[in-house]
T-cell receptor, first 110, second 112 residues
Framework: AQRVTQPEKLLSVFKGAPVELKCNYS??????LFWYVQYSRQRLQLLLR??SRESIKGFTADLNKGETSFHLKKPFAQEEDSAMYYC????????????FGKGTKLTVNP | DAGITQSPRYKITETGRQVTLMCHQT?????MFWYRQDLGHGLRLIYY???????DKGEVPDGYVVSRSKTENFPLTLESATRSQTSVYFC???????????FGNGTRLTVT
């Protein structure tokens, strides 16, 4: 069965500092990985997907199949990045359902 | 995205009562999902549907019932609510083929 692990429940950084939210997964096949974000009082929304290989709001994430990781990174954190971040996995070629990690609450302090 | 709406936004009910949470989407997405969000557990899938009249269990289906008679609606019913079902419930939809999930605003349910 597939599993997504986000080891940090809480992460606090100062504005301008680099930030990395960790995500590890277990799945025997070729997964599709996503990062979803939930800002205060807003609905969950897609931030990144690994197949797009794009940067959104300064965030990037690279799928490392060797380490089974999909860490989310940003070189200079901003206060508006404070939110709940969820890593999610979808099995390739199959069901559309996503398995989510438990989430990391990021706080960017001024 | 106003295309997916959940109702009610807040609900308080008593143990043992039946309660139905509504979800409606206007995109004609094939796939719809119900997740619950709990501190320390993240998002867990309750049920999902690949099309009208096709539903399947997720990770935590016990105590819940779903139906999908129309593509746009995917109601979630708690047949006999328990305190452990106090949670925030999110409905989501997707067009499939790896397209992203679009989430509703959530329903905060409290079972007393």
């Amino acid at each position: 069965a597939q599993r997504v692990t986000q080891p940090e429940k809480l992460l606090s950084v100062f504005k301008g500092a680099p930030v990395e939210l960790k995500c590890n997964y277990s799945y025997s096949g070729s997964p599709e990985l996503f990062w979803y974000v939930q800002y205060s009082r807003q609905r969950l929304q897609l931030l990144l997907r690994h197949i797009s290989r794009e940067s959104i709001k300064g965030f990037t994430a690279d799928l490392n199949k060797g380490e089974t990781s999909f860490h989310l990174k940003k070189p200079f954190a901003q206060e508006e990045d404070s939110a709940m971040y969820y890593c999610a996995l979808k099995r390739s070629g199959g069901s559309e359902k996503l398995v989510f990690g438990k989430g990391t609450k990021l706080t960017v302090n001024p | 995205d106003a295309g997916i709406t959940q109702s009610p936004r807040y609900k308080i009910t008593e143990t043992g009562r039946q309660v139905t949470l509504m979800c409606h989407q206007t995109w004609s997405h094939s796939y719809m999902f119900w997740y619950r969000q709990d501190l320390g557990h993240g998002l867990r899938l309750i049920y999902y549907s690949a099309a009208a009249d096709i539903t399947d269990k997720g990770e935590v289906p016990d105590g819940y019932v779903v139906s999908r008679s129309k593509t746009e609606n995917f109601p979630l019913t708690l047949e006999s609510a328990t305190r452990s079902q106090t949670s925030v419930y999110f409905c989501a939809s997707s067009g499939g083929s790896g397209s992203p999930l679009h989430f509703g605003n959530g329903t905060r349910l409290t079972v007393t």
